[in-house]
């Protein structure tokens, strides 16, 4: 036995440094695995208890029956290609070629990671802005690329602060990371970022990544505003987007990519030696499925209203709300309730009180903790209701 453990310090040992050091579980595996061992409530992790449509599932089943069951093209199947790019199309005003500018990937996490490898070489900086997604940065730094941070102004709504971005630009950025509707804070873009955009990728010739999974879910009748509706922004930008978060199903982990053909020419060498292809029968069943746009159509006025039942409710509580513009979460300031970190308080939401949340913090490098704690209303009713019966009480 001794031996034996020897033997694999050693290996161990000649691994060398690891390319990601600091990375460990996620805060959402830690949470969700907390409140299933502590029977909480789970408003952490970023996914619906309730199922996706059974006209979606028979499309499935078609498709399995069908006979696609082998490997799909690379770029992804033609007929769900077609179909995205006829969405952006009507949407934003850009038409995407489907043969050539669009890639079906295995969720857009993939798709994150393999477009800045894709466009990131050693030694690149690359624009993060702060709240930010967890996996940006480990794909930067498995891209031999250094993350820059620029924080959302959070004493003003999460508003990107566009002279402060600009200013920390130099020779060696790269690419400009962004996300909206934004996740954890659920700030939209407004017309005004997408002109200050524009200045910046016209005096520099950035590249920019867009991650857009949650573009159906905006709220109170405005509209998601896509870099892609923008002719000089759709030059440079890798817009990414997520069935799992349109069609309640992201378990299915498919995801796409829309970008200029030069650009999607440099993606698509990644993707294919990084999963090659994606779930053929369900490419088809959302192809067959998503002919008919009223599931997107229809997703901001059902996720509004889950939105403002939730918010409703925890206005009762002595948690202060903070707007919610978009996306399926919302935060909440807890300072009148504990004056803990903002992870142990999470700690403590999950085994004493029964409801698990995520730390807004871990989304910054290094934490900042402002005592705000973000929520997931991505739930049935009786299980928000049956979350703010023990938020009321704290």
């Known amino acids: 036995m001794s031996n034996d453990r020897s033997n694999t310090a050693a290996s161990i040992a000649r691994l060398g440094p690891s390319k990601l050091p600091r990375v460990g579980t996620t805060v959402f595996t830690v949470m969700s695995a907390l409140a299933a061992k502590h029977g909480a409530v789970n408003l952490g992790q970023g996914f619906p208890?309730?199922?996706?449509?059974?006209?979606?599932?028979?499309?499935?089943?078609?498709?399995?029956?069908?006979?696609?069951?082998?490997?799909?093209?690379?770029?992804?199947?033609?007929?769900?290609?077609?179909?995205?790019?006829?969405?952006?199309?009507?949407?934003?005003?850009?038409r995407y070629d489907a043969e050539s500018e669009i890639t079906i990937t295995a969720g857009a996490t993939q798709a994150i990671l393999s477009a800045v490898l894709a466009l990131v070489r050693a030694g690149d900086e690359v624009i993060v802005l702060e709240p930010a997604y967890d996996s940006y940065v480990p794909s930067i730094l498995l891209a031999g690329g250094t993350p820059v941070f620029v924080p959302l102004d959070h004493r003003?709504?999460?508003?990107?602060?566009?002279?402060?971005?600009?200013?920390?630009?130099?020779?060696?950025?790269?690419?400009?990371?962004?996300?909206?509707?934004?996740?954890?804070?659920?700030?939209?873009?407004?017309?005004?970022?997408?002109?200050?955009?524009?200045?910046?990728?016209?005096?520099?010739?950035?590249?920019?990544?867009?991650?857009?999974?949650?573009?159906?879910?905006?709220?109170?009748?405005?509209?998601?505003?896509?870099?892609?509706?923008?002719?000089?922004?759709?030059?440079?930008?890798?817009?990414?987007?997520?069935?799992g978060k349109t069609i309640h199903a992201t378990g299915w982990k498919i995801g796409t990519v829309c970008a200029p053909a030069p650009i999607t020419t440099e993606f698509r060498k990644v993707h294919q030696f990084n999963v090659f292809a994606v779930n053929t029968p369900a490419q088809h069943a959302l192809a067959a499925y998503l002919e008919d746009p009223a599931p997107y159509l229809n997703l901001p006025a059902f996720y509004q209203a889950k939105r403002d039942f939730f918010c409703r409710g925890l206005a009762l509580s002595r948690f202060r709300l903070l707007p919610c513009e978009g996306t399926y979460f919302v935060l909440a300031d807890y300072s009148a309730i504990s004056n803990l970190s903002e992870e142990k308080f999470a700690h403590e939401m999950v085994t004493k009180h029964g409801v698990a949340v995520i730390p807004v913090s871990v989304f910054y490098d290094p934490p900042f903790d402002a005592r705000v704690a973000r929520f997931c209303f991505a739930k049935k009713d009786e299980t928000l209701e049956r979350a703010l019966e023990r938020l009321a009480k704290i």
């Open 49 to 94: 208890d309730f199922d996706c449509d059974p006209r979606l599932q028979r499309c499935l089943a078609d498709a399995v029956m069908q006979g696609h069951n082998q490997y799909a093209p690379m770029a992804g199947v033609p007929a769900l290609r077609r179909v995205v790019a006829a969405k952006n199309e009507r949407l934003y005003g850009h």
């Open 156 to 243: 003003n709504g999460y508003a990107p602060d566009w002279d402060r971005v600009r200013a920390a630009m130099t020779p060696r950025t790269r690419l400009l990371m962004l996300n909206f509707p934004h996740n954890p804070t659920g700030r939209r873009i407004r017309e005004s970022d997408l002109r200050a955009l524009e200045a910046i990728v016209d005096q520099t010739g950035v590249f920019l990544l867009s991650d857009e999974v949650y573009e159906h879910i905006v709220f109170d009748g405005e509209p998601h505003r896509s870099l892609a509706g923008s002719p000089l922004l759709a030059n440079q930008t890798v817009v990414i987007s997520s069935f």
